[in-house]
């Protein structure tokens, strides 16, 4: 079985794509203004914690997620944890989250002093399932709950009108991890925008990067200013002075990164459309194989596919490492999804509901290569694929 899959791996990068070396799972691509606008960075001397392009990069995530308002941070995982702290989370408190995501989303919660309860999955979306919510917050006892936080995996908008219907009856704000979902939409929202607050990150490996890098997101104008004082030591504006009127972080964007950013974010129509056609040659490639997926939009959701994923019929440990050793023989990059947070040591003793069909996913899921590399423009002119 692990053969017909790498054959069919293969047929699509080798004989499709034409690509001989080696390919990587997800590799950033450089084709557009990054070296202009660095270069200018440099030329200014404008690198730092402030500068232009931090403001023009925030403008224009604001205008692509649709966000009212959106903070550049150093990164997804500092984002996350300014989400949560703005929520309202801190020492002793309870979070919510699914045990299916990146290490980063529990550790936000672990570093204010929360802690972390595990609800399972849904496996049609891939994110936090609403139901298994439900019956969570109705019966946490006494402890309060004071966030739920649902992500997006790989791309894939989470069930957010079931999820934010049963935030608001339990009054739970709800915290969107969407360091995977730039670009992608559910029901013709940006995924990011129908949470209190939401994450994104520009790490090296997302759909867009700076380099290292993230956001805040938020319609709430004055979580937006809190978010961007926070982040910013907590410094009053003054010409000269160093006051500051709470403990705050240094998370700014350097504009270095944002710099790199801007350039990013003029691809990512280009990006999305490469990632989009991959994804269909992949449905093509692997439609008369039986016993395994590739992970699909479902309907009324448009997702970044930024991380394509095959899903087996069955758990199948063996298999999935046999996908991932015969891959990377012949230079193809596969990878198994995260541990689940529940099996690590620091996450083993939280709080958690039945989770069968994370630990299902965990031997199910392989996340195959997903550059948006230049050679699928050629396959757009070219008419192939769908
Ligand atoms: C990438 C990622 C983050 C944040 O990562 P940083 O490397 O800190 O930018 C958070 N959550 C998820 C689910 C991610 O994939």
Redesign the pocket.
């Known amino acids: 079985m692990h053969n017909e899959i790498i054959c069919r791996l293969e047929a699509v990068w080798r004989r499709t794509l034409r690509v001989d070396g080696p390919v990587p799972l997800h590799a950033p691509v450089f084709e557009g203004h990054e070296w202009e606008y660095v270069k200018d960075c440099l030329d200014t001397g404008w690198v730092s914690s402030v500068g232009a392009y931090v403001d023009r990069f925030e403008a224009m995530l604001a205008d692509i997620t649709g966000a009212h308002h959106a903070v550049a941070t150093v990164?997804?995982?500092?984002a996350?944890e300014v989400c949560l702290h703005l929520a309202g989370v801190g020492a002793g408190d309870d979070v919510v989250l699914p045990s299916l995501?990146?290490i980063?989303?529990a550790n936000a919660v672990s570093h204010l002093g929360a802690s972390c309860r595990f609800v399972d999955v849904d496996e049609a979306t891939l994110g936090l399932d609403p139901a298994r919510l439900d019956d969570h917050l109705a019966r946490h006892g006494d402890r309060p709950i004071k966030a739920v936080v649902v992500?997006h995996t790989f791309g894939h908008a989470a069930d957010l009108d079931g999820l934010m219907q049963v935030c608001a009856r339990h009054g739970v704000p709800l915290i969107e991890?969407a360091?995977?979902s730039l670009g992608s939409y559910s029901g013709g929202r940006h995924t990011g925008t129908s949470g209190l607050l939401s994450?994104l990150?520009?790490?090296g490996n997302?759909i867009v990067t700076t380099g290292?890098?993230?956001a805040v997101l938020t319609n709430d104008p004055d979580l937006a200013r809190r978010a961007k004082h926070l982040t910013t030591t907590a410094k009053l504006s003054h010409p000269y002075r160093f006051d500051h009127d709470e403990v705050g972080w240094n998370y700014r964007l350097p504009n270095l990164n944002a710099a790199l950013g801007c350039a990013q974010l003029e691809a990512l129509p280009a990006y999305l459309g490469r990632k989009r056609r991959l994804a269909s040659l992949y449905q093509e490639a692997f439609a008369d194989l039986p016993g395994v997926k590739v992970v699909a939009d479902r309907a009324g959701c448009a997702g970044n596919f930024w991380l394509n994923a095959l899903i087996l019929d069955r758990p199948d440990r063996d298999l999935v490492a046999q996908v991932i050793e015969g891959a990377a023989a012949r230079g193809l990059q596969c990878r198994p999804i995260w541990t689940p947070m529940h099996r690590l040591p620091m996450y083993r003793y939280c709080p958690r509901d039945d989770l069968a069909v994370t630990e299902a996913l965990e031997d199910r899921l392989i996340n195959i290569p997903s550059s948006p590399s230049p050679v699928l423009d050629a396959v757009i002119s070219a008419g192939a694929g769908l």
Do not use: I, P
Request: charged letters at 15%; a negative charge.
């Open positions: 990164n997804g995982s500092a996350l995501t990146f980063a989303t992500m991890d360091a995977e994450a990150s520009f790490n997302k290292g890098g993230g």
